[in-house]
C-alpha cells in the first residue's frame, strides 16, 4: 500500500514539473511574440503607415493580452503552491501510516512469540 502510494506521490510530482516546464514555455513564446509585435508596431510607426488611432488600439490588445497572461501566470503559481501542499499532506500521511504499519508488526510479533511460548490450552 505505501509502495502504491509512494509510486502515485511519484508520479504527481512527476507531473507537475511537466506542468511546470510547459508553462514556463508558453511564457517564452509569449514574450517573443510581444517582442515581435513590438518590433512590428515601431517599424510601422517609423514608416507613417498607420495613424494614431491604429497604434493606440494595437497597444491596448497587448496590454490586454499581457494583462491576461500575468493572471495566468498567478493562476499557475497558486495551482502549484496548492499541489505542492498536496504532495506535502499525501508524504505527511505516508510516513504517518508507515509508523503504524512498523508499530502493527511489532504486535504481531509480540503476539506471534506469546504463542509460541505458550500451551494452546492456555491461550483460550
Do not use: F, W, Y
Not at 511546470?20 to 514574450?31: F, I, K, P, S
Not at 517609423?46 to 501566470?73: A, F, K, P, W, Y
Not at 505527511?92 to 500451551?119: G, K, P, Y
Request: hydrophobic share 30%.
Amino acid at each position: 500500500l505505501l509502495r502504491i502510494e509512494n509510486n502515485q506521490l511519484r508520479r504527481d510530482v512527476h507531473e507537475l514539473k511537466g506542468q511546470h516546464a510547459a508553462t514556463l514555455a508558453e511564457r517564452q513564446v509569449l514574450r517573443r511574440q510581444i517582442e515581435d509585435i513590438s518590433l512590428s508596431k515601431d517599424c510601422e510607426a517609423s514608416s507613417g503607415r498607420h495613424d494614431r488611432g491604429v497604434i493606440l488600439e494595437e497597444n491596448r490588445q497587448l496590454t490586454d493580452e499581457n494583462n491576461r497572461m500575468r493572471n495566468q501566470l498567478l493562476l499557475s503559481r497558486q495551482d502549484q503552491g496548492l499541489l505542492e501542499q498536496t504532495v506535502s499532506e499525501l508524504r505527511s500521511e505516508i510516513v504517518q501510516n508507515n509508523r503504524t504499519l512498523v508499530d502493527q508488526n511489532e504486535t504481531v510479533r509480540a503476539l506471534t512469540h506469546e504463542m509460541s511460548r505458550r500451551h494452546p490450552a492456555q491461550l483460550v
